[in-house]
């Protein structure tokens, strides 16, 4: 596919546009929905999918997924398998209750869903804590519950690696949208030479602050990014802060690659770490 | 849910670290603003005004009533301000929250109470008719500091607001229409504005502006009213930790800087905004000409 195909909220994604392969099962991202699939009695040969929201559809025909990249909305609404950051608000005798947004239900983490948890060994956690998570599922209709795990149920890992607590470090508020650039910059990483969806401030960021000790980065689809740079020791809320700052200041500004890096340039002389 | 949403433990352990080192998240000094953009609608007293990601809207109307029974010579001046879920998830429509009161009350104080409006001047006839001004403060955005961002809102609006003229002839009032008579603006005796510090590490960080993430990690806050000519008119220090009586006094004088500094920015939007109308205003009377 050459050109981006735009969707609008109730189109039906062209059957050409769906990935071919058969031999994985189609995953299906943000802003899609399912209306049907292929099976031996309907006489459709396609999944057929509709938009939820308005944005490009995204494919990619090695893992046999699609998804909306969608516009840099503020609201954020939980789609399985992504990758959030939560916050927890209190802890019953099974389930720590996280928030994803603020001001919406709470969703469930349960208290063993962590890597190599046991009922001895699991993490105590405590209300305003938050831990890199996965939805596992999100439930149909109006009063379901969402559910977040810290480990991949299949293996017993925490898969993708990094989930569970977070601790040290800040978390910054992005659109939506700005998270889902930065996570599938960092998914699709294979080629150096042509910056993903635009995105260079991280790559930047990672090769001028490489003398700091680099920097670790755990980016929600809720709208957060945690960061943490405790390896730059007495510099460490600086450089955190230029991180966050430069982050936001792509988001806010839509910058275009050129200006990213200016940007950076610009942060790191005001905190004074150039 | 009447609360904002708590901030994660990292994010209040930091912004205190941060501060120890003398560093804001925004990389802003202790005693700077964020950034201070105010346009004006169509309309006199009609203020856009939108302080970092705080964002409000402030309509100025004048109507003409009675005068209350013990005050002949005074019209009168009210500042309406709700909290509507429009501003912030936390907050609920018709259900005022100890925020909301404070912030009115601050208002109320600062810009009522110290007679920045020469309410006499608002005076028709004695006893039986005068000027009802009133100022409505719509939130649209919240992101910490709504006190001053009102305040300055307000002001503006007043500054900026003109009433239709009104005579008195034979005991008769006749309020001319703004297309008979040039408006009138408001007698302003003096431009009070109010500067919020939030303290911070037992008082040793005293932070000017705060956003609302700084103010979820502060331990107190102080309010001063204060105008160019550095009279103060209003402190408060309702709740929170204590605070060193010397460090009152240092931030008065910042208070002060920070009014001058805000008033200057004022006049000078207003003045921009005079100079357009008084261009457009000659567009249309040339235009009219034509026309006939």
């Known amino acids: 596919m050459t050109t981006p195909l735009i969707l609008l909220p109730g189109d039906e994604v062209p059957s050409d546009y769906l990935p071919s392969s058969k031999s994985n099962p189609l995953k299906i991202g943000s802003g899609l929905r399912l209306l049907s699939q292929p099976s031996t009695k309907s006489k459709e040969p396609n999944h057929v999918l509709s938009a939820t929201q308005a944005g490009i559809l995204e494919t990619d025909a090695r893992r046999n997924t699609i998804s909306l990249l969608s516009f840099p909305n503020r609201r954020y609404i939980p789609t399985t398998n992504d990758l959030i950051i939560a916050q927890v608000h209190h802890s019953s005798a099974d389930f720590f209750h996280c928030m994803i947004t603020p001001h919406t239900a709470q969703a469930l983490l349960g208290q063993l869903s962590f890597e190599g948890a046991t009922k001895k060994t699991r993490p105590m956690l405590k209300?305003?804590?938050?831990?890199?998570?996965?939805?596992?599922?999100?439930?149909?209709?109006?009063?379901?519950?969402?559910?977040?795990?810290?480990?991949?149920?299949?293996?017993?890992?925490?898969?993708?690696?990094?989930?569970?607590?977070?601790?040290?470090?800040?978390?910054?508020?992005?659109?939506?949208?700005?998270?889902?650039?930065?996570?599938?910059?960092?998914?699709?990483?294979?080629?150096?030479?042509?910056?993903?969806?635009?995105l260079v401030v991280l790559s930047e960021l990672g090769k001028?602050?490489?003398?700091?000790?680099?920097?670790?980065?755990?980016?929600?689809?809720?709208?957060?990014?945690?960061?943490?740079?405790?390896?730059?020791?007495?510099?460490?809320?600086?450089?955190?802060?230029?991180?966050?700052?430069?982050?936001?200041?792509?988001?806010?500004?839509?910058?275009?690659?050129?200006?990213?890096?200016?940007?950076?340039?610009?942060?790191?002389?005001?905190?004074?770490?150039? | 849910m009447a609360r904002e949403a708590p901030p994660a433990l990292v994010e209040q352990e930091f912004i205190l670290n941060a501060l120890k080192e003398d560093i804001r998240l925004d990389g802003r000094g202790v005693d700077q603003f964020r950034p201070l953009n105010i346009t004006f609608g169509e309309e006199y007293g009609h203020v856009k005004l939108q302080l970092g990601k705080t964002s409000l809207v402030v309509r100025i109307s004048a109507e003409v009533t009675k005068p209350r029974d013990d005050r002949p010579f005074d019209g009168l001046f009210n500042i309406a301000m709700e909290l509507s879920a429009m501003g912030s998830p936390a907050w609920e429509n018709g259900r005022s929250t100890d925020y909301e009161t404070h912030v009115t009350h601050v208002l109320d104080r600062v810009v009522r109470h110290s007679n920045a409006l020469d309410t006499e001047s608002l005076c028709i006839l004695k006893g039986v008719s005068c000027w009802s001004i009133r100022a409505d403060v719509h939130v649209l955005d919240y992101d910490g500091n709504l006190t001053d961002a009102a305040c300055i809102a307000v002001m503006t609006g007043l500054q900026h607001f003109r009433r239709p003229d009104a005579v008195v002839r034979d005991g008769q009032v006749i309020v001319y229409g703004v297309e008979e008579r040039?408006?009138?603006?408001?007698?302003?005796?003096?431009?009070?504005?109010?500067?919020?510090?939030?303290?911070?590490?037992?008082?040793?960080?005293?932070?000017?502006?705060?956003?609302?993430?700084?103010?979820?990690?502060?331990?107190?806050?102080?309010?001063?009213?204060?105008?160019?000519?550095?009279?103060?008119?209003?402190?408060?220090?309702?709740?929170?930790?204590?605070?060193?009586?010397?460090?009152?006094?240092?931030?008065?004088?910042?208070?002060?800087?920070?009014?001058?500094?805000?008033?200057?920015?004022?006049?000078?939007?207003?003045?921009a905004d005079l100079a357009k109308r008084a261009k457009l205003g000659m567009a249309d009377e040339s235009r009219a000409a034509n026309d006939r």
């Not at chain 1, 890199?132 to 293996?155: K, W």
């Not at chain 2, 209003?234 to 800087?257: H, M, N, Q, R, Y």
């Not at chain 2, 920015?265 to 207003?270: A, C, E, T």
Request: charged fraction near 20%; proline fraction near 3%; hydrophobic fraction near 40%.
């Open chain 1, 127 to 198: 209300q305003g804590d938050i831990v890199y998570a996965r939805v596992l599922s999100v439930g149909i209709g109006a009063g379901a519950e969402v559910e977040l795990t810290c480990v991949n149920p299949a293996t017993g890992k925490a898969n993708p690696g990094g989930l569970g607590p977070l601790n040290g470090g800040m978390v910054f508020d992005l659109s939506t949208g700005m998270a889902a650039r930065l996570l599938h910059a960092s998914s699709s990483s294979a080629d150096d030479d042509e910056p993903v969806d635009g």
């Open chain 1, 208 to 274: 001028k602050l490489e003398g700091f000790g680099g920097f670790e980065l755990a980016v929600g689809r809720n709208g957060k990014v945690w960061v943490d740079c405790s390896n730059a020791e007495e510099n460490a809320i600086k450089v955190t802060i230029a991180i966050g700052r430069c982050l936001q200041g792509t988001d806010e500004h839509n910058l275009n690659p050129a200006d990213q890096k200016k940007l950076v340039t610009r942060t790191l002389r005001d905190m004074k770490l150039v």
């Open chain 2, 182 to 271: 040039v408006p009138v603006a408001l007698n302003i005796t003096h431009k009070p504005l109010s500067v919020s510090f939030c303290t911070f590490n037992e008082g040793h960080n005293i932070l000017v502006d705060a956003t609302r993430k700084e103010e979820q990690a502060a331990e107190g806050e102080m309010v001063i009213g204060i105008n160019n000519g550095g009279e103060v008119c209003f402190v408060s220090k309702f709740s929170g930790a204590s605070l060193d009586p010397i460090s009152v006094v240092e931030k008065t004088d910042v208070a002060l800087l920070k009014v001058k500094e805000l008033n200057t920015q004022l006049d000078k939007v207003l003045q």
